[in-house]
């Protein structure tokens, strides 16, 4: 696990060797570093943004099937 890391960039043999000599897993070394990074406020502004696309896709819908409707009550009106 910790060779795949290295070699993916998440971790350097240094930081590597610690952890070895610390007995500590790779994701026990994950959790000290989100621990870190928990709470900060950027994050409040992916989620402003992810709610604003939800809306969005919620009012594309209303307005489909707005149409939809309207074009059922002029078929049923012709009958």
């Not at 060779?3 to 060797?17: F, G, K, R, S, Y």
């Amino acid at each position: 696990m910790l060779e795949a890391a290295i070699q993916l960039d998440v971790i350097t043999p240094e930081q590597a060797a610690a952890l070895i000599d610390k007995s500590k897993t790779l994701g026990e070394w994950f959790v000290e570093q989100e621990e870190g990074k928990a709470g900060k406020p950027e994050d409040g502004g992916q989620r402003k943004l992810d709610a604003l696309g939800v809306l969005a896709l919620l009012l594309f819908n209303l307005v489909v099937l707005a149409g939809i409707g309207w074009i059922v009550l002029r078929v049923l009106r012709l009958l």
